[in-house]
């Protein structure tokens, strides 16, 4: 590793400009490739937050990879769903490519997950997860070509690091990186397992061609790791786990919660069919399956029930950028970042906010942050009608994957992203833990979303909207049929 | 010079030669390190450790009329099954018992051992043991019954029966075909031949 390698491997300095993005930190980090909060920035002081994901240096001069990222953005480029995290760009800089992506100022799934310590997801909250991708995977199932041909694409690594959670509640499928068309698929050859041990289907074990029910077979193991709290496929190595996929061997849900519904395990068994046939045949269906359990419970599948779990399980929404971040971009980065190559080097302190950068950091952060907040989901709406609201200014997501498995046994060419901490450009490092600090998680996994600034950054402007929005712990009773109490 | 046996080095052991021991240890490291590994990943090394400090205090009680190895698998067996009933079923909670796991798909590439080892991997621990001894650290029949605490017909019966369902599970796992041919029509060879392959399970397990 020379020294531009070590330079990169601590990320790009804020500041750094690709194009008409300037970074802000890096927020994700994988195998393959990283991604950052990064602003675009317009004529007009028109400034907004997306995210930016980069191959990493070291595969960026390899054929297969850049083949493999251009694939990603083509195929995101066609989906446009609430429950799907939307690209926006793709570009080249120095040789190098990125996709831009909506930023989803949120949580993967897995961390909530993981937050809950082996205990399930309340049943309302994993189901309104589990439904809002299906929403999203069903309209990548039926994606077609210009001339109006199916695409048959199967996502094939579905899994709860690649399930966004927005803190307004909305949920979204990313990560299309190993996403492909039914008939170039096959899951065995040698040592080219694509996907996640943990989260494959019998047939992907078995080396079997694919289809769209081969992600059916992981929104059931889903739907049993979130309502059950732990893992549907495991052992001590991924033999072992593939073998018991391939025979869908699980723990029975009655076995682990004796009071597990017999209503929504029988949905849970047909979802893991081992033979696809017996499966649901479309993510749809799925979704009107858990609906109309939710129904039966006198439930309705919304986003407000995720907000009070990010909220419960996370604290209060934290800002997107910190006081620092948000002081320096208000200003001209150029005239504050002197080298800015994308091979790696220098990185340039800050200089310390006066009074006038202060002054400029609100208005800009303001700016910046109302995006965000104006965008309020509606909170009666089922997610898939609810989000459209959030994709038109804040965008998207990172498409970071906390390794599921453990980290050193992710297959390759699947990108697992460990997301790092903040790097905010000040002095001040933020020492908050995060609250669900996981002892067995990487010491960095934790986004630094998590931590409260050490400065109030500029304070959120709520839209006049935010009466419409109850504080996340809060949620009025009229949103819930009579008599139902989360 | 030839190289000294177990018993040699056991002998110069006891008498006062400490480095005896640590050259038992370094030469049957890797196989008691795999009989954990691939079963309990997160403990493996722990449990390797506590093996061979078990043997170095039983050694003195060794009478050597079994070899060393079966001697220290007779003690790993113990450590194995003790650790197993300490740690609750086979569920794994999210944020709370996410162990790591050992031997992956990069580590093996040949498509055959692949499957063999996701099959091997689904019989119960028992014949999984029985296999492991006999394929991959050529213990005969009569060793593994005393390493395991069986009569040697038993151990027989387990081989047998292990084999058995090796090729129902591959049948199961595999469509007809060239692929499952070769693993039906070769399939003692190359369960012998994933020993080595296994062996390097312990090095991918991160510290």
Same mark, same amino acid.
């Given at each position: 590793m020379d020294a531009t390698h070590v330079a990169r491997a601590l990320g790009l300095p804020p500041g750094t400009r690709i194009g008409r993005y300037t970074l802000v930190r890096r927020v994700a980090m994988g195998g393959m490739a990283e991604v950052y909060l990064a602003q675009l920035r317009g004529a007009e002081r028109f400034a907004k937050l997306v995210a930016l994901k980069?191959?990493?240096?070291?595969?960026?001069?390899?054929p297969e990879f850049a083949r493999m990222f251009l694939d990603e953005a083509r195929l995101a480029s066609r989906l446009q769903h609430p429950n799907v995290t939307a690209v926006l760009d793709f570009g080249e800089y120095q040789g190098e490519h990125f996709i831009t992506m909506e930023f989803v100022h949120g949580r993967h799934l897995l961390e909530l997950m993981r937050a809950h310590r082996g205990r399930p997801l309340a049943r309302d909250v994993a189901l309104t997860i589990v439904s809002g991708v299906a929403a999203g995977l069903h309209h990548m199932h039926e994606l077609r070509d210009h001339d109006g041909s199916p695409l048959g694409l199967v996502h094939r690594d579905v899994s709860p690091s690649n399930v966004l959670l927005s803190y307004e509640g909305a949920v979204k499928l990313t990560d299309f990186g190993i996403a492909k068309a039914v008939e170039h698929t096959s899951a065995t050859r040698t040592g080219a397992f694509k996907g996640k041990v943990g989260y494959a289907s019998p047939e992907q074990c078995r080396g079997e061609p694919i289809d769209r029910r081969s992600d059916l077979f992981a929104l059931g193991i889903l739907l049993y790791e979130t309502t059950l709290g732990a893992r549907a496929f495991s052992g001590p190595n991924e033999f072992a786990v593939l073998g018991r996929v391939a025979r869908a061997d699980y723990v029975p849900p009655s076995q682990i919660d004796p009071d597990y519904p017999p209503a929504?395990?029988?949905?849970?068994?047909?979802?893991?069919?081992?033979?696809?046939?017996?499966r649901f045949a479309t993510a749809a269906l799925l979704a009107d399956a858990l609906d109309g359990y939710a129904h039966a419970q006198h439930w309705r599948l919304a986003p407000a029930r995720v907000v009070e779990a990010m909220t419960t399980h996370f604290g209060e929404t934290p800002p997107i950028t910190s006081a620092d971040e948000a002081s320096w971009l208000a200003t001209d980065p150029s005239t504050r970042v002197a080298a800015t190559s994308l091979a790696g080097a220098s990185i340039v302190a800050p200089t310390p906010a006066?009074?006038?950068?202060?002054?400029?950091?609100?208005?800009?952060?303001?700016?910046?942050?109302?995006?965000?907040t104006a965008?309020?989901?509606?909170?009666? &709406?089922?997610?898939?009608?609810?989000?459209?609201? &959030?994709?038109?200014?804040?965008?998207?997501?990172?498409?970071?994957?906390?390794?599921? #498995?453990?980290?050193?046994?992710?297959?390759?060419?699947?990108?697992?992203?460990?997301?790092?901490?903040?790097?905010?450009?000040?002095?001040?490092?933020?020492s908050t833990a995060a609250p669900s600090a996981d002892p067995t998680a990487a010491p960095n996994a934790e986004p630094?979303?998590?931590?409260?600034?050490?400065?109030?950054?500029?304070?959120?402007?709520?839209?006049?909207?935010?009466?419409?929005?109850? #504080? #996340?712990?809060a949620v009025p009773d009229n949103l819930y049929p009579p008599g139902y109490r989360p | 010079?030839?190289?000294?046996?177990?018993?040699?080095?056991?002998?110069?052991?006891?008498?006062?030669?400490?480095?005896?021991?640590?050259?038992?240890?370094?030469?049957?490291? +890797?196989?008691?390190?795999?009989?954990?590994?691939?079963? +309990?990943?997160?403990?493996?090394?722990?449990?390797?450790?506590?093996?061979?400090?078990?043997?170095?205090?039983?050694?003195?009680?060794?009478?050597?009329?079994?070899?060393?190895?079966?001697?220290?698998f007779a003690i790993a067996h113990k450590q194995l099954l003790r650790s197993l009933r300490e740690r609750p079923a086979a569920i794994e909670r999210f944020g709370v018992d996410e162990a790591?796991?050992?031997?992956?798909?990069?580590? +093996?590439?040949?498509?055959?051992?692949?499957?063999?080892?996701?099959?091997?991997?689904?019989?119960?621990?028992?014949l999984q043991l029985v296999t492991e001894l006999y394929y991959w650290e050529n213990l005969r029949t009569a060793e593994i019954g005393e390493?395991?605490?069986?009569?040697?017909?038993? +151990?027989?019966?387990?081989?047998?029966?292990?084999?058995?369902?090796?090729?129902?599970?591959?049948?199961?796992?595999?469509?007809?075909?060239?692929?499952?041919?070769?693993?039906?029509?070769?399939?003692?060879?190359?369960?012998?031949?994933?020993?080595?392959?296994?062996?390097?399970?312990?090095?991918?397990?991160?510290?």
């Open positions: 980069l191959i990493l240096p070291q595969f960026a001069g390899d929504l395990a029988e949905i849970v068994a047909k979802a893991l069919a081992v033979d696809p046939a017996d006066g009074p006038r950068r202060r002054l400029a950091a609100t208005i800009a952060g303001t700016l910046a942050l109302v995006g965000t965008v309020a989901v509606t909170l009666v &709406a089922r997610p898939s009608e609810a989000t459209p609201s &959030a994709a038109p200014v804040v965008d998207t997501a990172p498409a970071a994957a906390t390794d599921e #498995a453990p980290p050193s046994v992710a297959p390759v060419l699947v990108p697992t992203v460990v997301i790092a901490a903040p790097a905010a450009p000040s002095t001040a490092a933020p630094a979303v998590d931590v409260e600034p050490p400065n109030k950054g500029p304070k959120r402007r709520r839209p006049t909207k935010r009466a419409d929005k109850p #504080a #996340a712990a | 010079m030839s190289v000294p046996s177990d018993n040699e080095l056991l002998q110069a052991w006891r008498g006062g030669d400490g480095s005896a021991f640590e050259e038992l240890t370094r030469r049957h490291y +890797v196989s008691i390190r795999r009989f954990f590994d691939l079963r +309990v990943a997160g403990a493996a090394d722990d449990l390797t450790q506590q093996t061979f400090l078990g043997a170095l205090e039983a050694a003195s009680r060794f009478r050597g009329d079994a070899s060393f190895r079966t001697f220290l790591p796991t050992s031997l992956s798909m990069i580590a +093996v590439r040949q498509q055959e051992h692949q499957f063999l080892l996701m099959a091997l991997t689904q019989l119960p621990l028992e390493a395991l605490s069986l009569n040697p017909s038993t +151990v027989a019966g387990r081989l047998a029966r292990a084999r058995e369902l090796l090729g129902e599970h591959l049948t199961q796992m595999t469509r007809p075909g060239p692929l499952r041919d070769r693993l039906l029509g070769d399939l003692e060879q190359i369960t012998r031949a994933l020993g080595p392959v296994t062996a390097g399970a312990n090095t991918r397990t991160p510290p």
